[in-house]
C-alpha cells in the first residue's frame, strides 16, 4: 500500500477532506490529486452563517476572504434585507492555505487516466495503489437524475469609483427575466470591488458566454458603476435536482467511493455545496478507514441521508421549473423571500421542519395549481420519459 486514501480531484469537496484529514489525522497517508495547476479552480464558494455549526464555522475561518453581517434580495414587487451573516470564499484563498498545509500529500498538473476504488493510473503511466480512492471530480451525467441547470458568468470588476454597497445582493431579478429565472449577484469585496454574476435557472442553457458578460456590463452601467478592469472571470452550470433514482444513480459508480458534485452531494435547490462538502470532511476526520469496499458502502449511506432530507427541496424544484411559464419564475421567489426569515435561513441550510414546509406551500401559489399538483408527483425519472 501506498497510501491509505487518495482523493482524485482538487476541488471544494476533496481539498476540505485532505486539509480537514491532515488536521485531525495525520496518521494517515492521504494523497490527493489535482490536474490543474493549482487546488480550488476558479471559483467562489458562499454560504450563510445557518450553514454551518460553530464548530465548522471555526476550522473554516481561514479560508474565509469576506463575511457580511446581511444580505438583500431585490425582486418587481419586492426589496428586503435580511439580518443573516453570508460569507464568501475564493479559490485563490482555499489554494493560498491549503496547498502549503498538505505540502508532499498534494499532487498538482497530473491527470487521471483511469480509476477503481484502490488505484489511479496517471497519463504519463504511474500507477498510485491505496486502500481507498474517492472520486470527487465534479458533477456527472446520469440518467437517474432529472435535472434543471443554474447557469452563470460572474466577473470581478474594479470600478473606477466606490460602488457604496454594503451588503451582497444574493438575488436582483429586476431584470429580463428571458427563457427561465434570472438574476443577478453581487459580492462587495471592497470598497471598489465586486463580483458581478448573472445567473440563469433554465431547464437547457442556450445563452452564450458573451451574452452574460454583456448583460454583467448592463447591470454595471445601470447602477452607475464605471469599470476600469475585470480581475477575473468564473463560469459554469450547477445541476438543480428535480428528481431521481437514488440508489440507480449511486449503482452506477460500481463500487467507487465518491464526493461532491459527484455524489449528488449539493443543496438541490440553490446549487451550495460547501455546507455539504464541510460535513462531509467532518464526518470523513471521525471515520475509521479500512477498506474501499466498507468506504463506498459508509459513504452512499452518508449521501442516502442528505437525499432523503432534500426530498422537500426537490419538491419546491419540479413545482418552479414545471409550474407556469419559465419567464414567470421570478414570481415563485418573490414570494418565498416574503416568508419569515427564519423560515429562510433553515430553507439555505436544508434543515426546514414540517411547519416550514406547510407555511411554504400554504396560499395562492403563484403557478397554476393543476400544474403545481401534476409537477408534484413526479418523483421519478420515469415520470419525466415522456417530459413535455
Known amino acids: 500500500m501506498n497510501h491509505d486514501l487518495i482523493l482524485a480531484g482538487g476541488g471544494l469537496a476533496n481539498g476540505l477532506i485532505a486539509w ?18 493549482c487546488l480550488g479552480g476558479n471559483h467562489t464558494w458562499s454560504f450563510h452563517d445557518g450553514d454551518l455549526s460553530e464548530t465548522q464555522h471555526r476550522w473554516l475561518e481561514p479560508l474565509v476572504v469576506k463575511r457580511w453581517p446581511s444580505y438583500q434580495v431585490h425582486f418587481p414587487y419586492l426589496s428586503r434585507a435580511m439580518n443573516s451573516g453570508y ?26 487516466a483511469e480509476i477503481s476504488p484502490t488505484q489511479v493510473t496517471l497519463e504519463n503511466g504511474e500507477r498510485l495503489v491505496a486502500r481507498a480512492v474517492i472520486d470527487g471530480r ?36 429586476r431584470v429580463p427575466q428571458g427563457d427561465g429565472y434570472r438574476f443577478v449577484y453581487v459580492l462587495p469585496f471592497s470598497a471598489d470591488t465586486l463580483l458581478i454574476e448573472d445567473t440563469h435557472y433554465v431547464d437547457n442553457h442556450r445563452a452564450s458566454t458573451e451574452q452574460l458578460r454583456e448583460h454583467i456590463a448592463a447591470y454595471a452601467r445601470q447602477h452607475g458603476w464605471q469599470i476600469a478592469e475585470c480581475l477575473r472571470e468564473e463560469q459554469g452550470i450547477l445541476p438543480i435536482t428535480l428528481a431521481g433514482d437514488f440508489d440507480a444513480f449511486w449503482n452506477e459508480a460500481a463500487g467507487q467511493p465518491l464526493s461532491g458534485l459527484r455524489a449528488g452531494l449539493f443543496h438541490c435547490t440553490t446549487g451550495y455545496s460547501l455546507p455539504h462538502a464541510v460535513r462531509l470532511a467532518e464526518w470523513l476526520s471521525n471515520y475509521q478507514l479500512r477498506d474501499a469496499a466498507t468506504l463506498a458502502h459508509d459513504l452512499r449511506a452518508h449521501a442516502r441521508g442528505e437525499w432523503r432530507n432534500q426530498g422537500f427541496y426537490r419538491l419546491l ?55 403545481a399538483m401534476r409537477a408534484a408527483v413526479r418523483h421519478s425519472p420515469r415520470h419525466f420519459e415522456t417530459r413535455s
Open 87 to 112: 460569507a464568501s470564499i475564493t479559490g485563490e484563498r482555499f489554494a493560498e492555505v491549503i496547498t502549503p498545509a498538505l505540502g508532499s500529500s498534494l499532487r498538482l498538473g497530473s491527470t487521471i
Open 317 to 371: 424544484n419540479r413545482m418552479l421549473f414545471l409550474a407556469g411559464r419559465p419567464q414567470d419564475r421570478w414570481q415563485v421567489m418573490q414570494r418565498f423571500y416574503g416568508l419569515p426569515a427564519g423560515l429562510i435561513e433553515r430553507f439555505y441550510a436544508g434543515s426546514n421542519p414540517w411547519y416550514d414546509r406547510a407555511r411554504i406551500l400554504v396560499g395562492k401559489p403563484p403557478v397554476p395549481v393543476d400544474q
Open 138 to 173: 465534479g458533477a456527472r451525467p446520469s440518467g437517474n437524475l432529472v435535472l434543471g441547470q443554474q447557469a452563470f458568468v460572474g466577473q470581478l470588476l474594479r470600478l473606477e469609483q466606490p460602488h457604496g454597497l454594503t451588503a451582497p445582493i444574493i438575488m436582483d431579478a
Open 20 to 37: 480537514r484529514l491532515r488536521q485531525q489525522r495525520p496518521d494517515l497517508k492521504v494523497l490527493c490529486i489535482e490536474e490543474q495547476p
